[in-house]
């Protein structure tokens, strides 16, 4: 037997369910789940991994989209397999006859429960929507594909 | 079957449908355009995001 360096599987599974903090105060006390929300960004908006919480700046306004964008259906609990634990919403993103007649290519998503922190940036190119319905259809919620991962 | 676009309601036989797939690094777009005569009346996208994003934690030697 010999003892191998890894950052731990089971570790991985609870970062993602907000089980340590190794800040120097303990920064949350809730026991639900926490609530996370999907915007669209103007392909002149400026989001990358720098940004740190969702804002109107640089977001889509159009016919039938609301700011602050579609809540993201939470029905799968982060899991882990081959040494990755991945999470993937378990519905698509939808807006429906909705005009967007200024260039998008961005989506945030964003914890809105947690200040409005920023999780990730998906870009898919640029795109207008005229009085009808965008959708973001998911990958493949396992550890190659899945839209949230940590290897 | 009724159509919405801009223009209203309108029957799917008046109106020109055309698909645009576009393949970008981790997406597949549809684009479905709507034509009634040369206007563009409706335009629907759908992205499929084919790969998410990854947090590398890959492990060196100390």
């Given at each position: 037997m010999a003892n191998t360096q890894a950052v731990c599987n089971s570790f991985k599974t609870?970062?993602?369910?907000?089980?340590?903090?190794?800040?120097t105060t303990v920064a949350r006390a809730g026991t639900t789940k926490d609530t996370f929300k999907a915007a669209l960004f103007l392909a002149s908006a400026t989001l990358n991994k720098s940004?740190?919480?969702?804002?109107?700046?640089?977001?889509?306004?159009?016919?039938?989209?609301?700011?602050?964008?579609?809540?993201?259906t939470n029905a799968n609990a982060p899991a882990n397999a081959s040494d990755?634990?991945?999470?993937?919403?378990?519905?698509s993103f939808a807006w429906t006859t909705v005009t967007?007649?200024?260039?998008?290519d961005a989506v945030l998503i964003y914890n809105s429960t947690q200040g409005d922190k920023a999780v990730a940036v998906y870009t898919?190119?640029?795109?207008?929507?005229?009085?009808?319905?965008?959708t973001l259809t998911m990958p493949t919620n396992d550890q190659t594909t899945g839209l949230l991962r940590i290897s | 079957m009724l159509i919405h676009t801009?223009?209203?309601?309108?029957?799917?036989?008046?109106l020109a449908v055309k698909d645009i797939i576009d393949e970008q690094e981790n997406a597949r777009v549809t684009a479905t355009?709507?034509?009634?005569?040369?206007?563009?009346?409706?335009?629907?996208?759908?992205?499929?995001?084919?790969?998410?994003?990854?947090?590398?934690?890959?492990?060196e030697s100390l």
């Open positions: 609870e970062l993602m369910n907000g089980i340590h903090a190794f800040g940004t740190t919480a969702y804002s109107t700046s640089g977001e889509v306004s159009g016919t039938n989209y609301t700011a602050g964008g579609v809540t993201v990755v634990t991945y999470w993937t919403p378990s519905a967007l007649s200024t260039a998008f898919f190119g640029s795109q207008t929507v005229t009085a009808g319905n965008f | 801009t223009k209203g309601l309108i029957e799917r036989s008046e355009e709507w034509y009634l005569g040369d206007e563009l009346v409706r335009r629907d996208v759908n992205v499929n995001i084919l790969r998410g994003l990854s947090l590398g934690a890959e492990q």
